[in-house]
């Protein structure tokens, strides 16, 4: 049978880092192996697939920006439409690949199969988990199973859905989890096996369109604690942001000097997005918190990050905090 062509879009990251020694796992250099060595390292890629690959930027995704993302988006919606592709694998740097997933999750239009994959350990590291990584994500993303279950990331032999998952340690190859909620499945000597699907709305069945967008809104999260002021959040009404995530106590609580800045940003015209510090649960409407009053919305189970993402593509559509609020319920 003939072989599924699968791109690789090669954005850095430490799966493409190099370390000093073959011993050095921490202090490393990332993003310094180019997309044809990726790919030359894995033989194996050719049993699979027929494999190309494209660098698209050369970074740490700590580094990752709104303009690399839409960048990203239309290169990954570019090449998708093109027939001789049957699915693509994004090489990324861990510390932000649940956002990147995020975001191309809501924005890309197409059914075909696109994993995000990355490495913990630099790519000259005893035991580099890259090499494996990139064969299982391209497997995937040649895979029948792939089709129409929404951007993946791939990593120590699972599938993460990429509204869901989290990286959940800084340092171990088992990093990425979708607590509670649960990973999709797993990859079997280069077979995947699914066992369950988001049912949250993803690609071609959002209404987001980034094809003519060159930016997005200003969004900045605030982080809640105890002792909380309302620096951060001045600072981000007076730099023009046109929304707030605050990443809030418990269920989104908001301390009373913060709530009450809030409620008088949100009155200005400013979005306010509740979401949680806590990484399990829900942050839920009218809790302690009475949100038809203040006019805010919540992010529901999403994560502080990709609420922000969510409210950035929600503000290109609408300035409606309650069609916002049906969008978080949505995707
Ligand atoms: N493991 C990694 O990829 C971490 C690196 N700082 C990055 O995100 O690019």
Not at 236 to 256: E, K, P
């Amino acid at each position: 049978a003939e072989k599924p062509k699968v791109v690789i879009l090669a954005t850095g990251g430490t799966i493409a880092g190099t370390g000093n020694t073959s011993t050095t796992t921490v202090g490393y250099t990332a993003a310094k192996i180019g997309v044809d060595a990726l790919i030359a390292a894995v033989p194996e890629l050719s049993k699979v697939a027929d494999v190309s690959g494209e660098q698209v930027f050369q970074i740490a995704s700590e580094s990752m920006t709104n303009d690399h993302w839409l960048k990203l988006a239309k290169k990954v919606n570019e090449t998708l439409k093109r027939k001789d592709v049957d699915g693509v694998v994004i090489t990324h740097g861990t510390d932000t690949i649940e956002e990147t997933a995020y975001f191309l999750n809501l924005v890309v239009k197409s059914n075909k199969p696109v994993v995000i994959v990355g490495a913990m350990r630099p790519a000259t590291a005893i035991s580099a988990d890259g090499p494996i990584n990139l064969y299982n994500a391209v497997a995937l993303a040649g895979s029948k199973e792939a089709i129409g279950q929404g951007v993946l990331v791939a990593l120590n032999d699972e599938i993460q859905g990429a509204r869901d998952v989290v990286k959940t340690n800084t340092m171990t190859t088992n990093t990425f989890r979708s607590p509670e909620l649960g990973s999709l499945g797993y990859i079997v000597s280069g077979k995947p096996n699914f066992y369950r699907a988001s049912t949250r709305k993803h690609t071609s069945n959002t209404e987001f369109d980034v094809s003519k967008l060159d930016s997005l809104p200003a969004v900045n999260i605030a982080y809640g604690s105890a002792n909380a002021n309302t620096l951060a959040i001045d600072a981000f009404a007076a730099a023009g942001d046109v929304g707030i995530v605050y990443a809030g106590t418990g269920n989104g609580s908001l301390a009373a000097p913060v709530r009450a800045r809030l409620t008088e940003l949100r009155q200005k015209g400013i979005h306010i997005n509740r979401s949680s510090r806590i990484s399990n649960g829900p942050t839920i409407r009218n809790g302690e918190n009475n949100d038809d009053k203040t006019d805010f919305t919540v992010a529901d189970t999403l994560s502080p990050q990709k609420a922000r993402i969510l409210l950035m593509l929600a503000l290109t559509k609408t300035k409606d905090s309650q069609e916002i609020q049906r969008m978080f319920y949505t995707y």
